[in-house]
């Protein structure tokens, strides 16, 4: 069946380091991949998506590239700040149904 | 724009007893999803409404159901409440008169106990 892991957290970074949070999934066809974040005490939200391999979907200074090979949608942001603090959720859909496949989520502390 | 309200925030029931959430989409929302979320699992999906109907369901037993009202608010019970069922409870909304593009928005959540 289709699936979502991500690295298991926490992630503590100084505040400018580089970030990056892994994401594999397994899932048949041509998943559309998300990234969603939880800022604390607050609703998830759509951070950037990708439709199609390659494609790359960025916002806030984070991106991650569909990468079909390699099945791996990671996030990096080049330079992290404190308000970027938050648990982030790789996610996919695939197929007809009207749902998202959900990793475990990834906790990210950034201190200044 | 008001976001996804859910109520109640947090609440405590005992095994047995039944338990309702309610949600309120943006406005112009017509589908609404909901979602369970546990350390161990993560977020699972249990199922969709859009105009009064369920348009998907997730796989969970058959003492989840759910319900939306003409105004899109929706509602999920779980009756017979276990141990297990402890969790937090997410609401998302979108436009759903599309096709599915997996930008949904958010709740705070209920965040449920079962002693």
């Known amino acids: 069946g289709n699936s979502v892991t991500q690295m298991e957290g926490p992630v503590t970074l100084s505040e400018e380091a580089f970030l990056t949070i892994n994401c594999t999934y397994t899932a048949t066809g041509y998943p559309s991949l998300f990234w969603y974040v939880q800022y604390p005490g607050e609703g998830l939200q759509l951070l950037l998506k990708a439709t199609k391999a390659d494609d790359k979907g960025s916002n806030k200074g984070f991106e991650a590239t569909y990468r079909k090979e390699t099945t791996s949608f990671h996030l990096e942001k080049g330079s992290v700040q404190v308000s970027d603090s938050a648990v982030y959720f790789c996610?996919?859909?695939?197929?007809?149904?009207?749902?998202?496949?959900w990793g475990l989520g990834t906790s990210l502390a950034v201190n200044p | 724009k008001a976001g996804v309200t859910q109520t109640p925030r947090y609440l405590i029931k005992t095994r047995g007893q039944q338990v309702t959430l309610s949600c309120s989409p943006i406005s112009g929302h017509r589908s609404v999803s909901w979602y369970q979320q546990t350390p161990g699992q993560g977020l699972q999906f249990l199922f969709e409404?859009?105009?009064?109907?369920?348009?998907n369901k997730g796989n969970f037993p058959g003492r989840f159901s759910g319900r939306q009202f003409s105004n899109s608010r929706s509602e999920m019970n779980v009756s017979t409440l276990e141990l297990g069922d402890s969790a937090l409870y997410l609401c998302?909304?979108?436009?759903?008169?599309?096709?599915?593009?997996?930008?949904?928005?958010f709740g705070e959540g209920s965040r449920l106990t079962v002693l």
């Open positions: 996610a996919l859909n695939a197929g007809n149904n009207r749902k998202l496949i």
């Open positions: 409404y859009f105009s009064e109907t369920q348009r």
């Open positions: 998302a909304s979108s436009p759903g008169t599309s096709g599915y593009t997996g930008e949904l928005f």
